[in-house]
């Protein structure tokens, strides 16, 4: 949606991951996933150790290419 005077409103702060890392696929049980991006929720990516900060983490199985996210404070 755009604002008064054709600006389109700026989305939610995002941080694109696209790492391995240990976990667990909640559909297959698999322990190698990707952590995709973190899709800022409140607070400041950049100075969570100071502030309280809210984030969706999603992730991705690489075996099913099951999708979720896990919401997690800073």
């Known amino acids: 949606m755009s604002k008064p005077g054709g600006r389109p409103e700026k989305g939610p702060e995002k ?3 696209n790492e391995t890392m240990q976990g667990e696929c909640p559909k297959c ?3 190698e996933i990707i952590w995709r991006e973190r899709v800022l929720l409140e607070g400041s990516l ?3 150790h100071v502030m309280h900060t809210e984030v969706d983490d999603y992730y991705e199985c690489k ?3 099951n999708n979720w996210k896990e919401f997690s404070y800073l």
């Open 15 to 17: 941080k694109i991951m």
């Open 29 to 31: 049980g698999v322990t």
């Open 46 to 48: 950049e100075n969570y």
């Open 63 to 65: 075996t099913c290419k």
